[in-house]
T-cell receptor, first 114, second 116 residues
Framework: DAMVIQNPRYQVTQFGKPVTLSCSQTLNHNVMYWYQQKSSQAPKLLFHYYDKDFNNEADTPDNFQSRRPNTSFCFLDIRSPGLGDAAMYLC?????????????FGPGTRLTVL | GQQVMQIPQYQHVQEGEDFTTYCNSSTTLSNIQWYKQRPGGHPVFLIQLVKSGEVKKQKRLTFQFGEAKKNSSLHITATQTTDVGTYFCAGPRSAAGGTSYGKLTFGQGTILTVHP
């Protein structure tokens, strides 16, 4: 089945220690999004890719970076995680030109910062 | 900027009772989507409404899009414990120049608890 996969599902890191989260998709969607979601809150968009074109949200901290080496994969790098970065990180995809804004979410990576 | 407000924030019901969550946008929306997120899970797309006044049903769930395309509601009839979760509405983010790359503005969500 076509799907959005995130690895790892759970990540524990130390304060200031870089961490990379990964997302892969078999939907062949050209748009990919990274969201941060904290407890009892709505997902907050960090950035998105339309193909290889990168678009950063204005309020996304510089501590967060992203890479998309090909259509299927996208990575979220947190250069120096702080305690406030502990959250669920969600990857989502969408097919631009499909006539719908529907997004397909991966299962998420729950990040703990010690 | 565009805002999407959702009420109530929390709803506790007894199994079998009905449940409704309401969504209001500060701007007219081309469509509205609803997502469900189970505890510990990820948002899952439920439905998209496009037309003014549209009503769609999925078994016990009824979705409505307002005539002005600025509000929407989700009603669940006779809730079950499997309905537990957070329900989010989301509308396309409005952007200058008309290109938003499908970005969504989410409501804050309604957390539904169903007591057996």
């Amino acid at each position: 089945d076509a799907m959005v996969i995130q690895n790892p599902r759970y990540q524990v890191t130390q304060f200031g220690k870089p961490v990379t989260l990964s997302c892969s998709q078999t939907l062949n969607h050209n748009v990919m999004y990274w969201y941060q979601q904290k407890s009892s809150q709505a997902p907050k968009l960090l950035f998105h890719y339309y193909d290889k074109d990168f678009n950063n949200e204005a309020d996304t901290p510089d501590n967060f970076q992203s890479r998309r080496p090909n259509t299927s994969f996208c990575f979220l790098d947190i250069r120096s995680p702080g305690l406030g970065d502990a959250a669920m990180y969600l990857c989502a995809t969408r097919s631009r030109g499909s006539g719908t804004d529907t997004q397909y979410f991966g299962p998420g990576t729950r990040l703990t910062v010690l | 900027g565009q805002q999407v407000m959702q009420i109530p924030q929390y709803q506790h019901v007894q199994e079998g009772e009905d449940f409704t969550t309401y969504c209001n946008s500060s701007t007219t929306l081309s469509n509205i989507q609803w997502y469900k997120q189970r505890p510990g899970g990820h948002p899952v797309f439920l439905i998209q409404l496009v037309k003014s006044g549209e009503v769609k049903k999925q078994k016990r769930l009824t979705f409505q899009f307002g005539e002005a395309k600025k509000n929407s509601s989700l009603h669940i009839t006779a809730t079950q414990t499997t309905d537990v979760g957070t329900y989010f509405c989301a509308g396309p983010r409005s952007a200058a120049g008309g290109t938003s790359y499908g970005k969504l503005t989410f409501g804050q969500g309604t957390i539904l608890t169903v007591h057996p």
